[in-house]
């Protein structure tokens, strides 16, 4: 439903523009599209609130998570909105599963930081905004990458993924892509 409303709603103001504001308005149209694919709090910007038994996609990163933990694995997750990013970090806290979050707000010096405890084996699950994250870092303690939403760009997501494929590197990395079956994302 949330999706349906959205399309019409936009589309009542894309047919009435013209020239650059309408292609700003269809931007803007795909981008809501996204964020209700990735958890309809992340549309609504809901900050607090249930986030269980509402998302799909959410529901397979908890079976991903579960099955990557129990084999005692580590995993970056990727999602190119910092908002959905704290979204998944406190459903994570609220899973008693350890986990960072690093996004372009990061400082330097805990950015570091996080990096060392990743990279030593102290927390298992780091999430990433893309843009923060898909240049300059060596994360090859993970063995799984999932992207959470996808990016415009396949270059940029390959980026991001290519931080765990590293000088280093000593085992497979399985990457992971949640899309959202029927929707723009597919």
């Not at 959470?148 to 940029?156: L, S, T």
């Not at 990457?175 to 929707?183: F, K, P, Q, S």
């Amino acid at each position: 439903k949330l999706y349906e409303q959205a399309v019409r709603e936009n589309m009542l103001q894309i047919r009435t523009a013209e020239g650059i504001n309408r292609r700003g308005l269809v931007l803007k149209l795909l981008t809501s599209l996204k964020q209700i694919c990735n958890h309809p709090a992340q549309y609504l910007g809901e900050a607090d609130g249930k986030l269980d038994e509402r998302s799909g996609k959410l529901e397979l990163l908890d079976e991903l998570l579960d099955t990557i933990l129990s084999e005692e694995s580590s995993v970056l997750v990727f999602t190119q909105y910092v908002a959905m990013a704290r979204l998944l970090a406190r459903h994570l806290r609220e899973r008693e599963i350890d986990a960072m979050l690093l996004h372009g707000g990061t400082a330097v010096r805990q950015r570091e930081r996080m990096v060392e405890r990743f990279q030593d084996g102290e927390v298992p699950v780091f999430l990433l905004s893309l843009k923060a994250a898909g240049t300059g870092l060596n994360l090859t303690r993970a063995d799984h990458v999932i992207h959470y939403d996808r990016w415009w760009n396949p270059a940029v997501e390959e980026q991001a993924t290519d931080r765990a494929h590293r000088i280093g590197q000593q085992n497979s990395v399985q990457v992971h892509r949640l899309i959202a079956e029927g929707t723009i994302e597919d």
